[in-house]
């Protein structure tokens, strides 16, 4: 009784916290051979992106937020990624993603998109940016 308990915790410590790889456990000349499965979540978004609406040499900062912490945040503009640093500051702490525009211009109107990443799916949230001139 005692070989089995050992040999019970020692498959199913052999088993679990290792992500999608097989693992081979052997007890008196028996294999035992199992897939342990992917098992995780993809993120999803608790607080999206909101449109803004910005005085000319302002500064704006877009918000969001999902459900997961171990994500990655890459931000787009009119379908492409912005590029690091100048105006364009980017900040992620735990789950949530800002991005602030210094010294917004009228070219930075658009359509803004942060999407979050990781090993399980993606997610997405759009905000548009508008402009306002000044006179």
Known sequence: MKKRIVFIIALFLGLTGFNGES???????????????????????????????????????????????????????????LPVGGRFQFYMKKNTAKLTIVDVFPEDAGVYVVKFQNRYGEAISTARLFVELSR
């Open 23 to 81: 693992r081979i456990i052997e007890q008196n000349s028996v294999n035992f051979q199992e897939r342990v499965a992917l098992v995780g979540y993809a993120p999803q978004i608790v607080r999206p992106l909101k449109d803004l609406i910005a005085p000319e040499g302002s500064s704006i900062t877009f918000v969001a937020t999902v459900s997961l912490s171990d994500c990655l945040a890459v931000w787009y503009k009119n379908g492409e990624i």
